[in-house]
C-alpha cells in the first residue's frame, strides 16, 4: 500500500503507455514487502531536464529512462557507469547522496537474453536497425561480444555515420573495419542482411499501437537468421511474425524487459528480485 513513506522509481519517456516494467517491479515489491512503487511517467523532450531536476527534487530513488531519452538525459547525470560512458546512453539513473548516478544496463539485457536462447555473437554478421540510444548500445555490446562485423542503417544517414565514427575512436583499432552505416532503405536493408546472421532491430517501429509496421519482410530474411526486435508490447511483432515466415529465429524483447527491470531494482532498492516472478508477470501481462 502506498503511504507517505514509499520510496519511487520513475520510468520517463514517450511513450511509456505500452510499458510492463511497472507490473513487473510492483509485483517483486509486494512479495517483498518493500515499501516501494515503480510509476511510469511520460515526459517530452523538451521537459526533459525540468523533469529529471524536479523528481530528484521529490526525493525518487531512480528513472528509469525509455524511448527518446537515452543519449540525452547523458547530459543531466553527475557519473555514469563504465558501459553507460563508453556508449553516451543510459537507460538508468540512481539518485544517491545528493548525486545522479547515469546506468546503461540494456547490453546485459540483450546479451542475457541471447545466453538464454543458445546465441553467441562471437564471429559473427550483426545488422542494427537503428542508431538511436538502445541502437548505439547494441553497437558497442555487439562488438564488445566480438562480432565480426556491425553494419547500422538509420533513416538519417549521418546519425549512423556519426555513431560509426564515435565507436572508432572510442574502441580503437580493434574496431577497424568491423563496423559500417548506411542509409536505412529497403535495398540497404536487403543487400546487408544478405550475408548477416543475426538482425536486431532497436526502433519504434512496430511498437502498440502501430502493430502492422515492420522495416523488413520475410523474402529479406533467411532460414536460421537470428531476428531479434527490442519491442515487447506486441510480444509478436510484425517483423517477428516475418522472421517466422521465413524460418529464422524470432526473439522478442520480453527477456530485455525483465533484465533491465531486474538492474533497476537491484540498483535503487538493494532487493534481489526473483527473476522467476518477474518472467512470469511480465508473460501475463503481455496474455
Known amino acids: 500500500m502506498i503511504d507517505a513513506k ?24 509486494e512479495r517483498e514487502g518493500a ?53 553516451g546512453a543510459l537507460n538508468l539513473i540512481h539518485f544517491k547522496d545528493g548525486r545522479a548516478i547515469g546506468y546503461n544496463t540494456d547490453g546485459y539485457g540483450a546479451l542475457k537474453t541471447f545466453e538464454e536462447e543458445g546465441i553467441t555473437l562471437n564471429g559473427k554478421k550483426v545488422v542494427i536497425l537503428g542508431a538511436g540510444g538502445a541502437g548505439t548500445c547494441m553497437a558497442y555490446q555487439a562488438l564488445l561480444a566480438g562480432a565480426g562485423e556491425v553494419v547500422i542503417l538509420n533513416r538519417t544517414a549521418e546519425k549512423a555515420y556519426r555513431l560509426v565514427e564515435n565507436v572508432k575512436k572510442k574502441m580503437g583499432c580493434c ?25 536486431i532491430h532497436t526502433t519504434s517501429v512496430g511498437m502498440y499501437p502501430n502493430e502492422a509496421e ?19 508490447n506486441p510480444l509478436k511483432t510484425q517483423l517477428l511474425k516475418e522472421a517466422e ?43
Open 6 to 29: 514509499t520510496r519511487y522509481i520513475v520510468l520517463i519517456g514517450d511513450p511509456v503507455e505500452h510499458s510492463l516494467a511497472p507490473i513487473v517491479a510492483n509485483a517483486v515489491f
Open 35 to 87: 515499501n516501494y512503487a515503480y510509476i511510469a511517467v511520460k515526459v517530452r523532450p523538451e521537459d526533459l531536464e525540468s523533469a529529471i531536476a524536479g523528481l530528484k527534487a521529490c526525493g525518487v530513488v531512480g528513472l528509469a529512462v525509455t524511448i527518446p531519452h537515452k543519449i540525452e538525459a547523458m547530459k543531466y547525470i553527475d557519473e555514469a557507469d563504465d558501459f553507460a560512458e563508453l556508449v
Open 175 to 199: 574496431v577497424e573495419g568491423r563496423i559500417g552505416g548506411l542509409p536505412l532503405t529497403k535495398e540497404n536493408v536487403t543487400e546487408s542482411l544478405q550475408p548477416a546472421e543475426v538482425l
Open 214 to 232: 515492420t522495416l523488413v519482410r520475410a523474402q529479406q530474411l533467411r532460414p536460421g537468421m537470428v531476428v531479434y526486435d527490442l519491442i515487447y
Open 245 to 287: 515466415k521465413a524460418e529464422a529465429i524470432p526473439i522478442n524483447g520480453l527477456g530485455m524487459l525483465v533484465y533491465t527491470c531486474q538492474r533497476a531494482v537491484q540498483v535503487c532498492t538493494s532487493i534481489e528480485p526473483p527473476l522467476d516472478l518477474m518472467k512470469r508477470v511480465a508473460i501475463e501481462g503481455r496474455s
